[in-house]
């Protein structure tokens, strides 16, 4: 049992010193340098290798081909899913992905965000435009 003087001393010395802790939301403190943040994809360099997809140990990656020639392709990143353990950026020969050491606060209140696209625009809207056609339609029903 710890004596009555010996906890004033402990509560008084607490009132004087200053809280160990940060105030997160205001004081925010930058990621070291090597921080494994939100992976980014730069589609110039990808030549569809797939090292990245077949590499990922949570299949976290897609890489949907749009034209293999033309080199058009949009990859589809599964935030949720990933478990940043970065064997994708160090497979990646042409050093198409990195992981972002400033994109780390990656919370939602609902899934839709973890799902990402990256990409050209115009090879995005082609891949996402039938996805939202099929969302679109209503189910048929057949007259009794």
């Not at 003087?5 to 205001?26: D, H, I, W």
């Not at 033309?70 to 990859?75: G, L, Q, R, S």
């Not at 625009?121 to 029903?141: F, G, H, M, S, Y």
Request: charged share 25%; aromatic share 10%; glycine share 4%.
């Amino acid at each position: 049992m710890m004596r009555i003087g010996a906890m004033f001393s402990e509560v008084f010395g607490a009132l004087f010193n200053k809280p160990r802790t940060q105030p997160y939301p205001v004081e925010k403190i930058p990621a070291p340098p090597r921080y494994r943040g939100k992976l980014v994809y730069n589609p110039e360099t990808c030549t569809g290798c797939m090292l990245c997809v077949k590499d990922c140990p949570a299949e976290a990656l897609e890489l949907l081909v749009i034209d293999r020639k033309a080199k058009k392709f949009v990859m589809r990143y599964h935030s949720d899913r990933c478990v940043y353990c970065s064997q994708c950026v160090e497979n990646c020969r042409f050093g198409c992905l990195e992981m972002s050491n400033d994109q780390w606060e990656l919370a939602a209140l609902n899934k839709e965000p973890f799902t990402i696209y990256y990409g050209k625009e115009e090879d995005v809207r082609t891949i996402l435009e039938p996805a939202a056609a099929e969302q679109t339609e209503e189910p048929c029903t057949q007259p009794a």
